[in-house]
């Protein structure tokens, strides 16, 4: 597959929604030609025409869940980088309150999955790095993946 010349935006968010030891998490089977397919991962995407990485992430976080965030922050930001893909980065956030009912999602399934079993699913290489640094600190954090096609070959953390 050849690196995509299309410049759209590759500024994307992710979130973890928190709620007794679980992360909301979305098993992605539901798009066509998803490059997270099978894939469990946060909810976010891609930024729209001139907004904040905030305004982003509150828009997906409502699109994809329904739920309404009140209390969120800002964790990190991860670089991806791909022999496949054009490069990616995204702002990861987790949340502590919301309101609101999730509603169903058209990317995927929505489930609450304990903080413990989240590195049992079939996940990104990369997705484990950045969990483990969201369990052991406290201030913001910026990580390096590059991979080429499924593999993580490098990464740097910081």
């Known amino acids: 597959m050849k690196k995509s010349t299309n410049h759209k935006n590759n500024l994307t968010t992710l979130c973890y929604i928190e709620k007794d030891e679980k992360y909301l998490m979305m098993h992605r089977v539901k798009k066509e030609n998803d490059i997270n397919k099978d894939k469990w991962v946060g909810v976010g995407g891609h930024f729209e025409e001139d907004e904040t990485p905030e305004e982003c992430l509150l828009r997906e976080v409502l699109e994809e869940t329904n739920l309404r ?8 930001i991860i670089t991806f980088i791909s022999d496949q893909w054009e490069t990616e980065y995204m702002f ?6 919301f309101e609101g ?13 304990k903080k413990e079993e989240v590195f049992n699913l079939p996940i ?22 590059r991979y080429e096609g499924d593999k993580l070959v490098e990464y740097k953390k910081s």
């Not at 990369?126 to 910026?142: A, V």
């Open 69 to 76: 965030l009140k209390k969120y922050k800002l964790r990190g």
């Open 101 to 113: 009912e999730i509603g169903e999602c058209d990317e995927g399934n929505l489930e609450w999955v």
């Open 124 to 145: 990104w290489e990369g997705d484990k790095i950045f969990f483990e640094m969201l369990n052991t600190r406290k201030e913001f954090f910026t990580l390096k993946l």
């Open 92 to 97: 990861l956030y987790t949340a502590t309150d």
